[in-house]
């Protein structure tokens, strides 16, 4: 199966300071979906993005589907930020496919 | 905006009673999912439903689960008789089929605790 990798593993910024993370899958997929986990443990549906660039406020993601990685770029961070951020891929209607997710702690 | 929910937030159960989790998809939706997660670990695939069938499962889906859609709003994940390792957050998920666009929606998650 598919696989997918998320990087760093554990991240913690200062408030106000930027982050990259980055998730790298092993074959092609057409859905690729970015969540934030909050602490009650919800989804929260942060992009569907299977290719190119959206933005929604501080948050933005990249994917570059010919070399199988996405990037999301979190600016001026908030304490609010911190939580799990899981990347997920699949094709079509198919299962999707979690990585391990970036623990991300904010520091006021 | 629609969304998906479901029910009970929290189910406390003992080791070896049978455990219905419900979820009402969006309402449009015709591909439907099911995730867990135990604690601290990655979300994984249960298994996926579509036109009144199994479309996919994991090997996780084995023979104490099954997956019902009732009525035309509700989809169901019946464990019937729950073990230890049963306890996670249980996700439900829904896409829509002809809009070409294959995001899936998740609910807020069931949180089973089995003693």
């Known amino acids: 199966g598919i696989q997918v990798e998320q990087s760093p593993p554990d991240l913690i910024l200062q408030e106000g300071a930027n982050s990259t993370l980055r998730c790298n899958f092993s074959?092609?997929?057409?859905?690729l979906q970015w969540f934030h986990q909050n602490p009650w443990g919800q989804l929260i549906n942060l992009f569907y993005?299977?290719?190119g660039t959206k933005q929604n406020g501080r948050l933005s993601a990249t994917t570059v589907a010919t070399e199988r990685y996405s990037l999301l770029y979190i600016s001026s961070s908030q304490t609010t930020d911190s939580g799990v951020y899981f990347c997920?891929?699949?094709?079509?209607?198919?299962?999707?496919?979690f990585g391990s997710g970036t623990r991300l702690q904010v520091q006021p | 905006e629609p969304e998906v929910t479901q029910t009970p937030s929290h189910q406390v159960t003992q080791m070896g009673q049978e455990v219905i989790l419900r979820c009402v998809p969006i309402?449009?939706?015709?591909?439907f999912y099911w995730y867990r997660q135990i604690l601290g670990q990655k979300v994984e695939f249960l298994v996926s439903?579509?036109?009144?069938?199994?479309?996919?499962k994991s090997e996780i889906f084995d023979d104490q689960f099954s997956v019902e859609r009732p009525d035309g709003s509700n989809f169901t994940l019946k464990i019937r008789s729950t073990k230890l390792e049963d306890s996670a957050m249980y996700f439900c998920?829904?896409?829509?089929?002809?809009?070409?666009?294959?995001?899936?929606?998740f609910g807020p998650g069931t949180r089973l605790t089995v003693l």
């Open positions: 998920a829904s896409s829509d089929v002809g809009s070409g666009n294959n995001e899936q929606f």
């Open positions: 074959d092609s997929v057409n859905n």
């Open positions: 993005i299977p290719s």
């Open positions: 997920a891929v699949g094709a079509g209607r198919r299962a999707l496919t």
């Open positions: 309402s449009n939706h015709l591909y």
């Open positions: 439903f579509y036109n009144n069938e199994i479309s996919e």
